[in-house]
């Protein structure tokens, strides 16, 4: 891993980022034109050192993989050096990568129109209601959160076959009225755009550059995922091994989800509760730790399924031997092994202050195991019971469910 600049008060700038699109260096403003005729090295993609062209600086194709390039850029600090970017660098663009390594006082950044903006442009849309997307180097499942009823939706291709395989992705889960708009090359002599439903799609020879747009439409009984917690149990693949959807939603509520937060789940099951945690936001992570691999592989489909694959981490081991190497949490939840010696109180020391400690017993021992880490540290306790009813005979009864005991606690 690339180790950052340390930040030197006094330095100018040196790096210059820059924006091109496909109109080359004719839609470059005279300041980014000048920055990059004064650089000593270019670096950029093949297509955009040709689009910037004439060059007379040395230039630098990037790599594969592109990382493999920071070190070099570093070593320039203080000379002229410019990266060349698609239209906007800030957005899912280099430019936030590299501000990661290089302080901003020492960066100039030129960006242009985003393949976003272009694509709002050319069908009237209003951005800040669209949910801007990449599936460029990510998995097309990603996007299966986002699949609202009437939603509108921009994404960065990966490549030529992305749109194809959206479409199927999109039939298969009862969406296939959905209207898909390729635009290819915006900006560009060679812009193209077109316009297919996901059921019927056959557009071909699709350009590498492409963006899409989707307006999402669904028929009865689409397969959408619910802004709610507390998904059906149908959503999960699972051996029996699950916290039931009742028994999730109100252990979410416990676990009070924040924006950014890492949760660990040990003994999850079939991920139920580290997929729904990163549901109720894009930016939350989890750590999903499970003993059996048959599990661990289940886990791994289900929060593919649920388009949070990237997002859940599966660890496979016991839930106490495997904390030392975890990324530090903001909350565990503790659904399986709770009386496991020992675990409960390393959960409770792993927290930072405000963090939440959510466990979950079926069992006496289990049971056992949440009176004595109450009666140690304090929290609250409650007994959850839930009953659906069934027939009985000819009738309809009551059938209850195991019930569940919780222990609650917040590291203050």
Known sequence: MTAPLPSE???????????????????????AAAVL??????????RHLALAGPLTAETRPWPSPIGDAYPGILTRRGRPTCLLATGDPFH????????????????????????????????????PETACLTLHGR?????VPHLQPGARI?????????????????????????????????????????????????????AALNTLAVEVEAASGAR??????????????????????????????ALRPRAGETLWDLGAGSGSVSIEWCLRHPA??????????????????????????????????????SLPALPSPRAVF???????????AACRTALPPDGRCVANAVTLEGEAALLAAFAEAGGALRRLSIAQASPVGGLTGWRPSMPITQWVWTRT
């Open 9 to 31: 008060p006094g330095r100018s700038p040196w790096l210059a980022v820059v924006g091109i699109g496909e109109d080359g260096r004719a839609g470059l403003s005279p300041a």
């Open 37 to 46: 005729d004064a650089a000593e090295v270019v670096y950029g993609g093949r």
């Open 92 to 127: 899912f663009g280099i430019g936030a990568e590299i501000a990661r390594l290089v302080p901003a006082c020492e960066i100039r950044a030129f960006p242009q129109p985003s393949a976003f903006s272009l694509a709002a442009a050319r069908l009237g849309w209003s951005l």
């Open 139 to 143: 998995d097309l499942f990603g996007i």
């Open 154 to 206: 921009l994404a960065l291709s990966w490549d030529g076959s992305t749109p194809a395989a959206l479409a199927a992705l999109l039939a298969e889960r009862g969406l296939g009225r959905s209207r898909l708009t390729v635009l290819e090359a915006m900006g560009g002599p060679d812009e193209r755009i077109r316009h297919a439903a996901a059921d019927g799609f056959a557009l071909a020879d699709i």
């Open 224 to 253: 959408i995922v619910p802004l709610s917690p507390g998904l059906d149990d149908a959503w999960f693949e699972n051996d029996g091994q699950l916290t039931k959807a009742e028994i999730r939603a109100v252990t979410l509520a």
């Open 284 to 321: 939350n992570r989890a750590v999903a730790v499970e003993r059996r691999p048959d599990r661990a592989e289940r886990i791994a489909r289900n929060a593919r399924a649920l388009g949070v694959g990237a997002r859940v981490q599966v660890v496979l081991g016991a839930s106490l031997a």
């Open 334 to 344: 503790v659904g399986g092994g709770v009386a496991e010696p020992g675990l409960l």
